[in-house]
């Protein structure tokens, strides 16, 4: 009859207890208080640790909130962050495996074996048995491959970079045409209320002419022009307090909040940009800077270096492995011993899977090459695109401007004819009405040309020269740094884009 040890029957029945109750796993939705909790910790973190807005913003301080603020670039630095922490653990793969094992053996009865006449016992190992040993191993064939691998991963951190890059451009171009909208529309709000209110005015004057059957005619075709005046303004109202939100979001700001626009309490600058660059010279730039091509180009490092990988993986492992050993079990006669070994490992069938990865690798690096000769077609079309847009934007402006003169003027004459007597009260609400909406075509035409002109430096892909500063040196230091690169923009100065100060480790 067997003997089973209590001990052992116990210790069965607790490892099958916790398998089924492993199993047993219920769906667990979050409660209603679980849910309010999460989106009222959101809201406390989306507007933390911002600097409040104290005046009116200029396109330098929106540019920089955007940089330091907004979210898709706060996302893009965390994702640089684990591109590098990655590259970190990358090349501490490269390391010999050192290996430290302990450990306690414990038996009911001790070791014991019978001699070959099975006339007696012999003991070779005690009841319990404390072990000890610490090994190191280096693979020939690993390490080689990780090396590899650890070049392939710095060129991922490089291209997480230039995603960055490409997140900085594109806040650069919405932050400065949403800027310029919403300049537009504070200038288009501060005088539409007031007329707004004298189109009503009229309106129900108008009403009680119709009212009274007094040139029904001609006061029913007055009420619809009113009516449609007021609904046009309405909806252009909509549009431009629209203009404020999308601007917030960009800085990251409640689309609630209250904040003006510094360029929107004085005339339009007197100055038009200007372009001067030569297209053969801003494509060269382009296809020089653009992060989408240099992307590429690293992808296309990184296929290569996968090729290599497969031709690796077909020759034979060498690994080497040392180790010290200790056991307490008295009954050995060396207690405590040193081992090394040397191995050689050779998967055959990596002779038939080597060929197809290699093929593989290369049909990707052809593919790569491809990919980026139809981006570089994509950008060249961009960079034309964007100098068509801004021609046509720039003479866009200036028709606007000049019809909003020439309408100032009619303005003027009828405001003077009213007065004279001679013009009726109609003939001024209509001016005034389409004064303001020329105007309004003024402001929405110049914030075109300039995001016309935002649109045409990202697409040379030029890059914000910063000197240095971070958004860790502050909001104005950064808003300063960021004048000063808008200047040089519009100054013609385009530098190439500033290298990323983990490039040359990852390289």
């Not at 707004?196 to 004057?205: F, G, I, T, W």
Request: with cysteine.
């Amino acid at each position: 009859m067997s003997f089973v040890p209590n001990g052992f029957v116990g210790s069965v029945a607790l490892v099958c207890s916790l398998a089924v109750a492993g199993c047993s796993v219920d769906l667990k939705p979050f409660t209603q208080e679980e849910n309010a909790a999460r989106v009222e910790s959101d809201l406390n973190a989306l507007f933390a640790d911002q600097e409040r807005i104290s005046g009116p913003i200029m396109l330098e301080e929106a540019v920089a909130r955007a940089l330091t603020y907004n979210l898709d670039h706060r996302l893009k630095l965390m994702e640089r962050a684990v591109g590098v922490r990655e590259l970190d653990v990358a090349r501490m793969n490269l390391l010999p495996s050192v290996a430290a094992n302990a450990g306690y053996d414990a038996r009911s009865h001790a070791d014991t074996t019978f001699n070959e006449a099975r006339t007696s016992t012999s003991t070779t190992s005690d009841k319990r048995v404390k072990t000890a040993d610490l090994s190191i191993s280096w693979n020939v064939l690993d390490f080689g491959i990780g090396y590899i691998r650890a070049k392939q991963q710095a060129d991922l951190a490089l291209i997480v970079e230039e995603r960055r890059r490409q997140v900085i451009h594109n806040i650069l171009q919405d932050t400065r045409e949403a800027y310029w909208r919403a300049a537009a529309a504070e200038r288009a709000l501060r005088s539409f209320g007031p007329l707004m209110e004298r189109v009503q005015k009229a309106l129900d004057d108008v009403e009680a002419q119709v009212a009274a059957q007094v040139n029904l005619m001609e006061g029913l075709v007055y009420k619809r022009t009113l009516l449609e005046t007021l609904r046009q303004l309405e909806g252009l109202r909509h549009d431009m307090q629209a203009a404020r939100a999308e601007l917030a979001v960009l800085m990251n700001v409640h689309p609630d909040s209250e904040f003006t626009i510094s360029d929107a309490e004085g005339p339009l600058p007197s100055h038009v940009l200007t372009f001067s660059f030569d297209p053969e010279e801003l494509e060269l730039a382009a296809l020089t800077n653009r992060s989408e091509l240099r992307s590429e180009a690293y992808q296309l490092r990184i296929n290569r270096q996968e090729a290599r990988v497969a031709m690796l993986q077909m020759i034979p492992g060498l690994n080497f492995s040392a180790g010290i050993n200790y056991t307490s079990d008295s009954y050995k006669a060396n207690q405590r011993w040193y081992d090394a070994s040397m191995a050689l490992a050779w998967n055959v069938m990596s002779l038939f899977q080597g060929p197809a990865n290699i093929e593989l690798a290369e049909t990707k690096q052809e593919m790569s090459k491809v990919r980026r000769l139809a981006l570089s077609m994509a950008v060249i079309a961009q960079v034309n695109v964007a100098q068509l847009r801004f021609v046509s934007a720039k003479r866009d402006y200036e028709l606007a401007n000049d019809i909003a003169t020439v309408q100032g003027s009619i303005q003027t004459q009828v405001a003077n004819s009213q007065q004279a007597a001679t013009g009726s009260g109609q003939e001024v609400i209509q001016a005034d009405v389409l004064a303001a909406l020329t105007d309004l075509r003024r402001n929405l035409a110049y914030a075109e040309l300039q995001a016309a002109y935002g649109r045409l430096i990202a697409a040379s892909g030029a890059d914000p020269q910063l000197d240095g500063v971070s958004e860790q040196d502050g909001l104005m230091v950064l808003a300063g740094a960021v004048g000063r690169a808008l200047q040089e923009w519009e100054n013609g100065e385009f530098k190439a884009p500033a290298r990323w100060s983990g490039e040359d480790e990852a390289s």
